[in-house]
T-cell receptor, first 111, second 112 residues
Framework: GEDVEQSLFLSVREGDSSVINCTYTDSSSTYLYWYKQEPGAGLQLLTYIFSNMDMKQDQRLTVLLNKKDKHLSLRIADTQTGDSAIYFCAESTSGTYKYIFGTGTRLKVLA | NAGVTQTPKFQVLKTGQSMTLQCAQDMNHEYMSWYRQDPGMGLRLIHYSVGAGITDQGEVPNGYNVSRSTTEDFPLRLLSAAPSQTSVYFC???????????FGQGTRLTVV
């Protein structure tokens, strides 16, 4: 079945760039998403990319998609302490009405 | 805008008890779903619905029931709670396939 994998932890210093990686198995994935979860809260959509795109930039966020390797990454430029959270990669496939989430990467930003 | 509202926020149950987790959305979304979040396992889909009267099983449906009598509400029932159901439960809704999923604040359930 479909699977989405992420590393569990990432620690960076304030002002550095963060890169969070994700791999997925479903080659028919149509949308790929990045969600952010702050402590005690639900998930909020950060950005998404359609599968026919290679890159999407939105202010400090850059999403890269390597469809051949089924690899998705989220780069956060100039990481701030407020970026400390869990980041989830997710995918959905046309017509399935399902979102498959990864395990989440806990980002810790050190002042 | 209320968005997706889940109640209760916290609940402690004894093994064998039953309860219903409530989820309501005011965005007229067709698609609603329930997930559980466990450490190191991400979010796993329990049940989902693509419209009133239509539900289907997700990845981990055992021990849970759902119904969708209205567009707005999608309750999750635990039939006989077990310690393995200790988790944080999230309800989500979206307008169409592939569109942004809006999440509730979660229900932290402990089964003792």
């Amino acid at each position: 079945g479909e699977d989405v994998e992420q590393s569990l932890f990432l620690s960076v210093r304030e002002g550095d760039s963060s890169v969070i990686n994700c791999t997925y198995t479903d080659s028919s994935s149509t949308y790929l998403y990045w969600y952010k979860q702050e402590p005690g809260a639900g998930l909020q959509l950060l950005t998404y990319i359609f599968s026919n795109m290679d890159m999407k930039q939105d202010q400090r966020l850059t999403v890269l998609l390597n469809k051949k390797d089924k690899h998705l990454s989220l780069r956060i430029a100039d990481t701030q302490t407020g970026d400390s959270a869990i980041y989830f990669c997710a995918e959905s496939t046309s017509g399935t009405y399902k979102y498959i989430f990864g395990t989440g990467t806990r980002l810790k930003v050190l002042a | 805008n209320a968005g997706v509202t889940q109640t209760p926020k916290f609940q402690v149950l004894k093994t064998g008890q039953s309860m219903t987790l409530q989820c309501a959305q005011d965005m007229n979304h067709e698609y609603m779903s329930w997930y559980r979040q466990d450490p190191g396992m991400g979010l796993r889909l329990i049940h989902y619905s693509v419209g009133a009267g239509i539900t289907d099983q997700g990845e981990v449906p055992n021990g849970y029931n759902v119904s969708r009598s209205t567009t707005e509400d999608f309750p999750l029932r635990l039939l006989s709670a077990a310690p393995s159901q200790t988790s944080v439960y999230f309800c989500a809704s979206s307008s169409t396939w592939g569109s942004e999923a809006f999440f509730g604040q979660g229900t932290r359930l402990t089964v003792v």
